[in-house]
Structure formats: C-alpha cells, structure tokens
C-alpha cells in the first residue's frame, strides 16, 4: 500500500521564520508533488519533482529519491502563506497524498 | 485562461438521493482524475480518465459511484443512493497527460462539498 506521511501536522510560525515541512513515501513514484490548500478548498501546484531541487520564489522543494524524501521550505515567512501543505507521490496513473501540514504564520 | 470548474460547488443532499456533481476541466487537457476529501484529511484517489476512456476506478469506494466522461472533455460523478459517509469536498483536477508513468502538473478545481443529512 503506498503511504505518504507528511511532518509536522501543524505548524505554528513568527513571521519571517524558517519554515521546514517534510514528506516521506514508500514506494518509487514517476514524481513528488507538493500542493498548497487554502481554507475553502483551492488547491493549486506549487512544486513538481523527481529529483534534486526546485525553487520559486521564496519557496524550494527537496527530493532525495534514495531515501524517498522530500522537503518543502518556506524562506521569509509571511501570513499571507497559512494553508495546509500536502505532498502526493505520483506513481504511473495514481496519485497517494498525504494528510497535509497546516500551516499557520503569526504576525 | 480557464481553470478547472466544478459545479454545484456545494451540494445538500437528503440521505438516499441521487447527485450528479461536474467537472470542467482546461480544454486539451487528456488526463482527468477525481478526488474525494474527507474533512482534515489529504484527498484521496477515486477514478482517472484518459480521454474517454477510464483507465483506474480502484478507488470508486462502492457501486454506487460511478463516474463518465463520454466526450473525453466534461466529466460526471454520480453517487446513487447518498449515504452519510459520502459528505466530503469532491475535486476533480485535469492534466496534460499522465500515461505510461510520465508526470504531469495537476490542476484543481474548487471542489463540491456534498453535505448528506
């Protein structure tokens, strides 16, 4: 069965913090996605990878494919990025996603 | 450009009912899966279309989902006789393709929040 586990469930940050979401999955995948989730059901494609690393803006994504890793990290934190965080493994035709970091980033 | 679309976006429905809940998806778009999320979790797979043709229904929970997409374009998922368990957000999302292991982005629509009472 794949399994995709996502750390921490929830996050609390300052603004301006680090921030550091992790994915771990279990079987080989054609790709890692990371997907952001507003609070009313939106979710759009923030990240598609299958290897080494990926940056847009303040946000870069990680996948160690070895160790079936992935990282999603947010520089400069703002309010402006609460929302739940959630990785899926993309293995041929399926997708498996994980129950999401929800993100909270405090004034 | 247009998105996904999803339609009703949200959906009351008395326990037994029939609905019919539509996806939209971005014109060209080959691949096109539909998602059922339940409250504080991730979504989770239920059925994909390429083109036409529906390739995966493996995650279809029971027989009473079915989903068509007979033009290869807008696509229908159809719960007969709601049950409780069905309330969830069901999103539909499009992509490029998807076949043969190759990964493509996937876009979302808004989803349609099914409420059984």
């Known amino acids: 069965k794949n399994e995709v586990e996502q750390s921490p469930q929830n996050l609390t940050a300052q603004e301006g913090e680090f921030i550091t979401i992790n994915c771990s999955y279990s079987v080989g995948i054609s790709a890692l996605h990371w997907l952001q989730q507003h609070p009313g059901g939106g979710i759009v494609s923030l990240f598609m990878l299958s290897s080494g690393k990926k940056k847009h803006g303040r946000l870069i994504a990680t996948i160690n494919i070895q160790e079936k890793h992935s990282s999603l990290h947010i520089t400069a934190s703002h309010p402006r990025d609460s929302a739940v965080y959630i990785c899926a493994e993309n293995t041929g035709n399926q997708f498996y996603f994980g129950t999401g970091t929800s993100l909270t980033v405090i004034p | 450009g247009a998105g996904v679309s999803q339609s009703p976006r949200y959906k009351v429905a008395k326990r037994g009912q029939d609905v019919a809940l539509r996806c939209d998806p971005i014109?060209?778009?080959?691949?096109l899966f539909w998602y059922q999320q339940a409250l504080g979790q991730g979504p989770e797979f239920l059925t994909y279309?390429?083109?036409?043709?529906?390739?995966?229904k493996s995650g279809l929970p029971s027989d009473r989902f079915f989903a068509e997409r007979p033009e290869g374009s807008v696509s229908t998922l159809k719960i007969q006789r709601t049950q409780q368990e069905d309330s969830a957000v069901y999103l539909c999302?499009?992509?490029?393709?998807?076949?043969?292991?190759?990964?493509?982005?996937?876009?979302f629509g808004p989803g349609t929040r099914l409420t059984v009472t």
């Open positions: 014109s060209g778009h080959v691949s």
């Open positions: 999302a499009s992509s490029l393709g998807g076949a043969g292991g190759i990964a493509y982005e996937q876009y």
């Open positions: 279309f390429q083109n036409e043709a529906q390739l995966d």
